[in-house]
């Protein structure tokens, strides 16, 4: 099962956000920031207490940050939080969180989706086994964990929103996606996740079932490595990018369920600013090559200067839903361009290490790549992405797996961080995702939806555009 599904219904965060990414309280009520912009304070709900009946408090909020903010403690999310520089308890009720500088995001890491706040006495009692044995404020706790198979929660009784609907929730792990539908329909299960595009209309045409679907926020692209000298002309990306027929992609491949991409970022998402989709338009892309001093060589493939336009493509197999069919079909829009364009399959499990490689071992030309901005701020996505590696020798810094580097860009997501005005912040924002779209430095494709099922038995669930299940509110008639 998705640890984080099984998190969303065992804990509570401070704050956290409804279905379409928008901040609503949890565990905090209120909240506000200083006039510098480095001290966030929360006022606690109160009367709340863990599963384990440990109260929740002001002391609980201040014991579990600052455990995952301590460099001592292995936390794998520890890297979302190095901006908090301390957690104070100033009564039972109130918490101040202290950044290094300001820190407009703060929100956003606090709701996403390892902000959960954990009971300090169930840290205490199972220590590093605590991941097996999570205890929260959430609606449901673990009655049993199954590794590798299954995990049953059952009702929390006193929980602050009261009884929840459900007596149980079973999360099974099911990784062949036919076996997870067969299950829905031969009502096994109640609620399955990441339907396949090509199975939606099996779905929709069940009138016992019904189509979850959600606006995901990760975008889909081929990346250049524009550390190379063929793809340092921006005219060259441009006109690669007029040649890939992105509406066929999405209305082939994914039978409609995505949208071009029009922007760096994903239209779900907070700050998100429409810049328009490149035409597809061949002709043009041919006449874009030719006035950047492409000619056709040997075999149609179009040279400059005796080198022919020949690139490897590289693509993990079954890391994305469609990642190969997608590739092969950018690959014969480029053909038809003038370009020679092999694919290189790159098992799902090595695909990371493969590409975050130090810049004088890098062997990726261009690749597949989608990222996924999992606390829904798009200064977040932007600046894990185009931000420039500040170590180039060491391997990217985050996920700039292109080498990108612009200090206009740059500049502007340094000053989104400390703007902690939100309409100013989105305004610079707009403009970075202006700037990284002018630059080119990916062939921009496409926004999946997520896709789900569920029994119409069930409602109040759904999926949040992060990837993850809200079955905190779940019921079944």
Known sequence: PAAQDVSNAVTNKLVDFDANMKFQPSLAESWQVSSDGTVWTFKLRKGVKFQDGTPFNAQAVVAHWQRVIDPQNPSPNRNL???????????????????????????????????????PAAIEKFKDDYQRNPVGTGPYMVESFTPGSKVVLKRFDDHWKGKPLLDKIE????????????????????????????????????????????????PFWIEF?????????????????????KE????????????VMDSPASPSINGYKKIGAYEYNPTKAKEMLAQAGWTPGAGGVLQKN???????????????????????????????????????????????????????????????????????????????????????????????????????????LTQSDVTVEEPKRMEILGEVQKLIWDDDPCIWLYTPELLGAASKKVSGTFIWPTLFYSVQGASKE
């Open 81 to 119: 939080w190095m901006n908090f520089k301390d957690v104070k308890a100033v009564d039972d009720s109130t918490v101040t969180v202290t950044t290094e500088k300001p820190f407009a995001p703060t929100l956003y890491y606090i709701a996403q989706e390892s902000g959960g706040i954990a009971s």
């Open 248 to 259: 066929a992609i999405v209305k082939n491949i994914f039978m409609g369920y995505a949208s």
């Open 171 to 218: 999360f099974r792990a099911v990784p062949e996606a036919q076996t997870r539908l067969s299950m829905l329909e031969a009502g096994q299960a109640d609620l399955i996740n990441d339907v396949a595009p090509t199975d939606a209309q099996r779905v929709t045409a069940n009138a016992n079932l019904q189509l979850l679907r959600t606006k995901g926020l990760r």
């Open 306 to 412: 005796g080198q022919p336009l020949k690139f490897t493509m590289m693509t993990a197999d079954g890391l994305f839903a469609n990642d190969v069919v997608v590739t092969e079909a950018v690959q014969a829009n480029l053909k038809a361009v003038g370009c020679d364009v092999s694919i290189q399959k790159i098992e799902a499990a090595s695909y990371w290490n493969v590409l975050r490689k130090p810049i004088n071992e890098m062997t990726m030309q261009t690749c597949f790549f989608g990222f996924n901005p999992s606390n829904g701020d798009v200064g977040y996505h932007l600046a894990w992405v185009w931000k420039g590696n500040l170590a180039p020798e060491k391997g990217p810094t985050n996920w700039n797996l292109m080498w990108y580097k612009n200090d206009k860009v740059d500049e502007l």
């Open 225 to 245: 490595n524009v550390n190379l000298p063929m793809f340092q002309d921006v005219n060259l990306r441009r006109a690669l990018n007029h040649a890939v027929d």
